[in-house]
């Protein structure tokens, strides 16, 4: 079965970056689209990114736009989020999810998740 293994987390200062990356075994991402997902203490899971299965449609939520930038390389079978100006309020774990759809269409309800990475934005 499809597993996704998150990476990449950390802590850094505000504006310092991160690139996060999931990667898949079990099951190739050619036929997924890859959502990122973020869950702050106290707050509901929220989504970030998503980028469609062939990677030619790509969603950012408006607080991550112009700072975060999706990607996917499908030979390595990896999704990346790079991560720059980060702010404090970036601070949660980060899942990422599969769900599986057509080759242009975007994430709507992930079948598959990760375990999540930490992401600590703290002066």
């Known amino acids: 079965q499809l597993q996704l293994v998150e990476s990449g987390g950390g802590l850094v200062q505000p504006g310092g970056s991160l690139r996060l990356s999931c990667a898949a075994s079990g099951f190739t991402l050619d036929y997924l689209a890859i959502g990122w997902y973020r869950q702050a203490p106290g707050k509901e899971r929220e989504e970030v990114s998503c980028?469609?299965?062939?990677?030619?449609?790509?969603k950012y939520a408006e607080f991550v736009k112009g700072r975060f930038t999706i990607g996917r390389d499908n030979a390595k079978n990896t999704v990346y989020l790079q991560m720059n100006s980060l702010e404090p309020e970036d601070t949660a774990i980060y899942y990422c999810?599969?769900?599986?759809?057509?080759?242009?269409?975007?994430?709507?309800?992930?079948?598959?998740w990760g375990q999540g990475t930490q992401v600590t934005v703290s002066s």
């Open positions: 999810a599969a769900d599986p759809r057509p080759p242009q269409a975007l994430c709507v309800t992930p079948d598959y």
């Open positions: 980028i469609s299965s062939n990677g030619a449609n790509l």
